[in-house]
């Protein structure tokens, strides 16, 4: 290595073994010692020179594309938050504060894993049950009740057509049927801090303003005037005292109720018929704000379901700091971005370098609980059964528990001496969750939330967001929510620094979104197949889609 490619990333690759070496300027030289061979590809997988004619395309990505600033590269979870900065003890930890290059790295060829046969059906070589680790919490008292639920979702492989993905009427089906009758997350209730505080929020072509009305209080409205129908805002705004319509200057205040009818003489008999704005149903949860357009639509509780209230009542959500707040659009269909953050399975291919240091995650739980699913939940992931590396229980166990101590120690750091209300398996936990249709909260300390929406009436294009939301000490004031940052469809993900690390994995799933999104349309036969257990999360939202759309089965 010269004195030039020393600072430059270098990694073997957790499969082939093979050396991808970054040269600079996008270029990527790779060296397979097994053949002999080398070859140098640009980092869109582009071919160069050399014997060694085929690279990793996101290997290629990740030493070699678009990077964090230098001192970034930074775990998510571990980010610092405002002047709280779990860093501190991370850097204690024997074994952990020191640089990525002086920890052995795991590298063993791919091999087909035969699975095996559970109470529940087939899972990973890898898969434990989850009492095995509840069992073995050293605080089993702390356990919440619903961590020993489980509810694997039935049935077998699903197809689902392509047209799906985009064909129009699908779209337009999906605002009747979806966005005008689900609830669904408009803000969290630090975006609009103060009295007459509102933003706009948009879901396909509906738009809908949602302000606080008083210290707890939260209302939203159809972002239109009762008159000749003009936006009535076009941008957020704060401490409003009404809405104004720019157009006639008829007037509502912030509680929907009518101030000004300019040239009322002219409308006899109409000011009662617009004297108050329509208003959707409001809702709050966890810090967010909810809304749903169907007057008839059933409570947020009873939407969401007591297994997702219970599994969040001690993480303390609505607690917790903005600190980023970042999203992109992107050229595929909301409902295949999303299915890339639904499933485990793509991580062998899409986020090899996860490997390096721990499993493949084929040992990943599912649960689907009516609207509310659940990825991920409590496990060790230290197999990789894809590549015949299967942990004992008592590894399991012992990977286990390191995990939550490391966790533990680093929550120290912002939350002081909360961290011994949790048991063990709270600590490790940094479950994927879905609620139905497209709203993302994970579980545990993870910080993440995404939120998948269509770009206007385009089903060719949507919106993806990401939050993260650091947990906060309960007596310590909260800074401002971080606002959001919007990146265009061919800015890289990690322009958004203050995402760290998973900057750089949205950067590997949107390499292949799209790609797909453009493979649906020559695809034969045309359907999609979603497995029986590691895509279930995928099957049980298209089962709930068409029931929701009246389509039949496939349709």
């Not at 707890?216 to 000749?228: D, M, W």
């Not at 950067?507 to 292949?512: F, S, T, V």
Request: proline share 8%; net charge negative; with cysteine.
């Amino acid at each position: 290595m010269t004195d030039a490619t020393a600072s430059l990333r270098r990694e073997p690759h957790p499969i082939s073994g093979a050396i991808y070496q970054e040269l600079g300027d996008g270029r990527v030289r790779v060296e397979d010692p097994s053949k002999g061979k080398w070859g140098v590809f640009n980092w869109d997988g582009t071919w160069v020179e050399g014997e060694l004619t085929q690279a990793d395309l996101h290997y290629l990505r990740y030493i070699g594309g678009p990077n964090l600033p230098e001192g970034r590269d930074i775990f998510w979870t571990m980010l610092p938050a405002a002047d709280l900065n779990p860093l501190k003890a991370l850097a204690a930890i024997p074994g952990r504060g020191g640089s990525d290059a002086q920890r052995p790295k795991i590298i063993a060829p791919y091999v087909p894993g035969p699975g095996k046969e559970t109470p529940d059906g087939p899972r990973s070589s890898g898969h434990f049950p989850v009492e095995v680790f509840l069992e073995n919490d050293r605080h089993k008292d702390r356990i919440p009740e619903i961590y020993r639920k489980s509810a694997p979702y039935p049935g077998g492989p699903k197809k689902v057509p392509v047209a799906r993905f985009f064909d129009k009427k699908y779209h337009d089906l999906e605002v009747e049927h979806l966005w005008k009758k689900v609830w669904q997350m408009a803000c969290r209730e630090d975006d609009i801090p103060e009295v007459g505080d509102y933003l706009i929020y948009t879901i396909a072509h509906l738009e809908f303003l949602v302000v606080r009305t008083a210290e707890n209080t939260f209302k939203a409205y159809p972002n239109a005037c009762l008159h000749r129908g003009r936006r009535l805002c076009n941008h957020d705004g704060k401490k409003a005292a009404m809405f104004r319509c720019p157009y006639h200057g008829w007037s509502w205040g912030i509680d929907g109720g009518m101030k000004d009818l300019t040239c009322e003489w002219d409308f006899p008999g109409v000011r009662q018929e617009v004297s108050n704005l329509p208003e959707a149903k409001v809702a709050t949860w966890g810090g967010f704000v909810f809304i749903n357009p169907d007057p008839d639509a059933v409570s947020f509780e009873e939407y969401a379901g007591p297994e997702m209230l219970q599994h969040y009542a001690k993480l303390r959500m609505a607690d917790r700091y903005k600190h980023a707040h970042v999203g992109r659009v992107i050229r595929a269909n909301w409902k295949l971005m999303m299915e890339a953050f639904l499933e485990a399975y793509h991580s062998i291919a899409t986020h090899p370098q996860l490997m390096l240091a721990g499993g493949d995650l084929a040992e990943s739980r599912y649960d689907v609980f009516g609207n509310w699913s659940r990825l991920g939940h409590v496990n060790s992931s230290g197999s990789s059964p894809q590549r015949g590396i299967l942990m004992s229980e008592e590894q399991t166990l012992d990977a286990f528990r390191m995990a939550a101590d490391i966790n533990r120690l680093m929550m120290r750091e912002l939350i002081g001496d909360e961290v011994d209300e949790f048991s063990d398996a709270e600590m490790v936990e940094q479950t994927f969750n879905q609620l139905f249709p497209n709203f993302h909260p994970w579980g545990g300390w993870a910080r993440i939330v995404y939120r998948f929406r269509p770009n206007g009436d385009n089903p060719e294009e949507c919106l993806m967001e990401a939050m993260l939301l650091a947990p906060w000490p309960k007596d310590k004031p909260r800074p401002p929510a971080a606002r959001l940052r919007m990146l265009g469809p061919d800015d890289p993900w990690v322009t958004a620094d203050e995402l760290g690390t998973l900057a750089r994995i949205f950067d590997q799933d949107c390499g292949n979104v799209p790609d797909t999104h453009r493979g649906l349309k020559f695809k034969q036969p045309p359907y999609v197949i979603y497995s029986a257990y590691q895509e279930s999360i995928i099957r049980a939202f298209h089962d709930k889609y068409e029931q929701k759309l009246g389509l039949a089965e496939g349709e």
